[in-house]
């Protein structure tokens, strides 16, 4: 079966840095476009980045533009999201997700991790 | 940006009772519209994409209709497990958003 599994988050200083891992299993890792995907309380769940099936391509949330990085090995089914310059306002849960749609983004995210927690406070 | 809505936030319900959550979009969004179902501590789960049609392995006590700006899912009768957050969200534009939820919980 699809799986989907987070690591990396924890507490960090503001400012700092942080790599988030996504190890999949269970499909044709380099067929799908990956999201990573946050949610606060405050605001909710928001799409944070995506990357095409080959890497080809890639989008950010502007609350994340310049400071975010997503990339993704295809040889090891891995996604990653670097993320630097980090304020309090990307405290939040982070969740990998595959979307539904082979070699074409489709947004609609139909296999989720179980989220990894990033908490940015000094 | 595109921005959803979704009324009520809170409904109260009794299992094997119907429930009728609403999203409504600031802009026509076609039929691109999903919905996810998320318990406490779990991630979403896609339940309906493309307005209608139910993802893998959902019940079929799940429906989604609508297009444009109005959208609904519709929970035939209530299962004690449906008690849970239910999001919608639409793919047009970017970045893709989400609606702020409608909790569905016990009477």
């Known amino acids: 079966q699809v799986q989907l599994v987070e690591s990396g988050g924890g507490v960090v200083q503001p400012g700092r840095s942080l790599r988030l891992s996504c190890r999949t299993s269970g499909f044709t890792f380099s067929h799908f476009g990956m999201h990573w995907v946050r949610q606060t309380p405050a605001k909710g769940l928001e799409l944070v980045a995506v990357?095409?099936?080959?890497?080809?391509?890639?989008y950010y949330a502007d609350s994340v533009k310049g400071r975010f990085t997503i990339s993704r090995d295809n040889s090891e089914n891995t996604l990653y999201l670097q993320m630097n310059n980090l304020t309090a306002e990307d405290t939040a849960m982070y969740y990998c997700a595959r979307d539904r749609g082979t070699r074409g983004n489709l947004y609609y995210f139909q296999h989720w991790g179980q989220g990894t927690l990033v908490t940015v406070s000094s | 940006e595109i921005v959803l809505t979704q009324s009520p936030a809170t409904l109260s319900l009794s299992p094997g009772e119907r429930a009728t959550l609403s999203c409504r979009a600031s802009h026509s969004i076609s039929s691109d519209l999903a919905w996810y179902q998320q318990k406490p501590g779990q991630a979403p789960r896609l339940l309906i994409y493309?307005?209608?049609y139910r993802a893998t392995g959902i019940p079929d006590r799940f429906s989604g209709s609508g297009s444009g700006t109005d959208f609904t899912l519709t929970i035939s009768s209530l299962e004690p497990e449906d008690f849970a957050i239910y999001y919608c969200q639409r793919r047009s534009g970017w970045p893709p958003g989400f609606g702020p939820g409608t909790k569905v919980d016990i009477k």
């Open positions: 493309d307005a209608t």
């Open positions: 990357i095409w099936y080959d890497g080809s391509n890639k």
